[in-house]
């Protein structure tokens, strides 16, 4: 199965600091997922960077097929009767 949103090889540093290292996920459609782990262990590095709050310095990220790496999540605000990656994906 492939995934509507897909992340992989996401490398993230600030500093001397190693936030991310090949960090992946995958998520199918209609699909509802958890993201946990330990304090300091990336979760929120990799959601920065799959939202595009932050460019990850390597790995790349799709929206259905779409490469949307780096790109900034303030166009794809969500409208009344649309879903976020409907919204995102009309953006493409």
Not at 3 to 21: D, N, W
Not at 67 to 81: D, L, N, S, V
């Amino acid at each position: 199965m492939t995934g509507v949103l897909t992340a992989s090889g996401i490398r993230m540093s600030f500093g001397g600091l190693t936030a991310l290292k090949n960090g992946a996920i995958e998520v199918a459609t209609g699909t509802i997922i958890g993201l946990i782990g330990r304090n300091g262990s990336g979760k929120s590095t990799l959601f920065n960077c799959i939202t595009g709050y932050v460019r990850p310095q390597a790995g790349s990220i799709t929206l259905s097929g779409r490469e949307i790496t780096g790109r900034c999540a303030a166009p794809y605000r969500r409208t009344r009767h649309r879903s976020y990656l409907s919204n995102a994906a009309a953006r493409l």
